[in-house]
């Protein structure tokens, strides 16, 4: 037999020894986490990465499957949706609206509409303490279906599908800040 023909055979075995050992730490990381996607301008980036077991802390970036709706049908059709949003309101936190202001725990952190981009009336999400294992949601999009309106409401355990973590901007922001950015001289 060959040299070559030898080498090619005993890194074929030596893969097929190593390739099961390898197979499971990398199927129960992928149980525990996921790439995703995110088409919606309401966020800042594009691609995030789910951790299903993170801790979550006010600021944290969750991803979560809101209430059925008709409302979210009307904007995202039927089936269900995901979500990411940032956590505002933490549980025993008092969420209060005050004409079309929302404050938790005293500081105001988003306003309210009135009807949604395509006119459907929006209901004030709840008010008072947040409850246990649920959270208070929302981006800094003025337009954004969060906490704020009742077809979402507090976001809770059941519900949440991991805490995720921003890979990539979109381009426009990227272009953006590069514009501000002072010229050398």
Request: proline share 8%.
């Amino acid at each position: 037999m060959s040299l070559t023909r030898t080498i090619r055979r005993s890194l074929l075995l030596s893969g097929l020894v190593l390739l099961p050992l390898a197979w499971a730490p990398l199927d129960a990381f992928s149980k525990d986490h996921a790439f995703l996607i995110n088409a919606s301008p309401s966020l800042p980036n594009w691609a995030f990465w789910l951790d299903k077991h993170a801790p979550i802390e006010r600021g944290s970036l969750i991803f979560f499957e809101p209430p059925q709706s008709e409302l979210l049908e009307r904007h995202f059709g039927k089936g269900p949706q995901m979500f990411g949003k940032r956590v505002l309101g933490m549980p025993g936190d008092v969420v209060r609206h005050e004409g079309d202001a929302v404050f938790i725990n005293g500081k105001q952190v988003a306003s309210l509409l009135e009807v949604t981009r395509l006119g459907v009336p929006l209901t004030r999400g709840p008010e008072g303490a947040i409850p246990e294992g649920c959270y208070y949601t929302g981006t800094d999009h003025p337009r954004g279906l969060d906490s704020r309106y009742g077809a979402i409401g507090y976001v809770c355990r059941g519900q949440i599908l991991g805490s995720g973590r921003a890979r990539m901007t979109r381009q426009a922001s990227s272009c953006r800040s590069r514009a501000t950015r002072p010229r050398r001289s």
